[in-house]
């Protein structure tokens, strides 16, 4: 067993060796809560959640961080005279948190706010002003409290996206008032007049607040020490944050992350998805129209490192490839007696597990399942129990390990309980009622009631052991313009 990931740092694959091979650490960069979720953050936090599923499989433990900014210009940007920053923060943290949920993310071993760790990042700016790869800006009275980060004291400033330090552009997370140079970026920001007093903390160099970049090299720190196996976030947080990160961390002495992961953006009409161009898609919007599942299903089923352009028919794709995986397990639960009992117990395939391995392969790893799921229905077909059950609990256990089992009791709404409820007893009804038909040899009844069904998009399954139905699986309507 090798596991390989993609080493943005490297810009190469390479095997996978956790620091303690019994617990794998990962830090992912959480949301900055201005304000709330677009279907690009549940896609960002989708394929984390299914690296952190599949690591635990291979190595039985790991410990995930994914923090919440919640002080930022940006925070207190959005925050008015009734809402204040740190209650909208929350209210949409909230947000963020009932969307993962939505679709099955695995809640965070630990999600620091920010805030919570304010000594712990003013430890780590005096240790790099100690060291000599920080300063106090100038105490001029606009630059009182300024403390930045000397990137040309700093000769690997750059080597996480490897561009050198004369041609990026300058910083512009703080005025450039008090800086030595203009890439030079910002740990500590002096309070400012215009800003509300409830942001400001006490420090060595005045009052003040956290610079973002310093959040999360103390964070991860705190929760997962100074060297750790994962960081994790979206390709646009390549530079400056994550440049910045590696550079403040190393500087201060710390290993920091051994691993650099990061996962592709979505595009709305080949454009990226960002709240600053207008073009993004609310994740509210899309969990009302749509089954958390699917959307799930749809958001995973591109590669983690590629961009995912989003249309209606992303998610009429998988939705339709979820209703061939639920329609096979529910077939084997009718049809196999004993079969739930074979799920228990099941290893991955090989196949499986290779495509996963390999960089975390989830398309092919797809391509496995639904050819597991053609195979058990044919062995259904030519009544093969045997080769019916291998099936059966091999697709039950690679939907599991997905977070993608349609049958998995989480998925289950209580509105979508009432109405799957309420239309089985109807259908159940006139399945009765053409069985009655049928019995007393009035094949014209029969027929109608069977055509009946049919034309509500309902498809009977006569068996040994009686009638069932299932939605059959038809075509959308087009949509009109």
């Not at 949409?92 to 948190?97: C, G, P, S, Y």
């Not at 998009?457 to 009638?467: H, K």
Request: charged content about 25%.
């Amino acid at each position: 067993m090798t596991v390989q990931l993609y080493d943005t740092k490297a810009q190469a694959l390479r095997d996978f060796v956790p620091l303690d091979p019994g617990n794998v650490t990962i830090y992912v960069c959480g949301p900055t809560v201005q304000s709330g979720p677009h279907i690009g953050h549940l896609r960002g936090a989708l394929s984390f959640d299914i690296l952190r599923r599949w690591l635990a499989h291979r190595f039985g433990r790991v410990t995930f961080v994914r923090n919440v900014t919640d002080i930022d210009d940006k925070v207190l940007a959005n925050a008015t005279d009734g809402e204040p920053w740190w209650a909208l923060a929350y209210r949409m943290e909230l947000e963020f948190t009932r969307a993962y949920t939505a679709i099955g993310i695995l809640p965070p071993t630990y999600e620091p706010r920010a805030t919570a760790s304010i000594p712990q990042m003013q430890e780590l700016i005096a240790r790099l002003i100690e060291s000599g790869h920080a300063y106090a800006a100038d105490a001029g009275a606009d630059a009182a409290g300024d403390v930045y980060f000397d990137v040309r004291s700093w000769s690997d400033y750059g080597s996480l996206t490897r561009q050198s330090l004369d041609a990026m552009e300058p910083a512009a997370d703080a005025d450039p008032r008090g800086k030595r140079d203009p890439r030079d970026f910002a740990l500590w920001k002096g309070a400012k007049p215009d800003e509300p007093a409830s942001a400001t903390w006490e420090s060595p160099w005045g009052p003040g607040r956290p610079g973002w970049h310093i959040e999360c090299s103390a964070m991860s720190r705190r929760y997962l020490g100074g060297e750790f196996d994962i960081h994790g976030g979206g390709l646009d947080l390549r530079f400056p944050h994550h440049e910045n990160e590696l550079a403040q961390s190393t500087a201060a002495g710390d290993g920091f992350a051994r691993y650099w992961v990061h996962n592709g953006l979505v595009t709305v009409g080949a454009q990226k998805m960002s709240k600053s161009l207008f073009n993004f898609v609310l994740a509210e919007d899309v969990l009302r129209e749509r089954d958390p599942l699917v959307v799930r299903y749809a958001l995973a089923a591109a590669h983690y490192r590629s961009s995912l352009d989003i249309t209606p028919s992303t998610f009429d794709e998988a939705e339709a490839a979820l209703d061939r995986i639920r329609t096979f397990l529910e077939r084997a639960i009718r049809t196999l007696r004993g079969v739930e009992d074979v799920r228990v117990d099941a290893a991955v395939p090989a196949a499986f597990a290779a495509a996963l391995d390999d960089d975390l392969g989830v398309p092919q790893a797809l391509a496995v399942l639904h050819e597991t799921v053609r195979e058990g229905n044919s062995a259904l077909d030519a009544g093969d129990r045997d080769a019916a059950l291998r099936a059966f609990a091999d697709v039950a256990v690679m939907a599991g390990v997905l977070g993608i089992d349609p049958l998995d009791p989480q998925w289950r709404s209580t509105d979508a309980s009432a109405e799957a409820s309420a239309l089985d007893a109807l259908v159940q009804t006139m399945i009765a009622q053409r069985a009655a038909a049928r019995a007393a040899k009035d094949w014209a009844a029969a027929d109608r009631i069977r055509d009946a069904i049919a034309a509500a998009g309902i498809a009977l399954e006569d068996g040994p052991d009686g009638t069932h139905w299932s939605v059959a699986d038809a075509p959308r309507p087009a949509e009109s313009n």
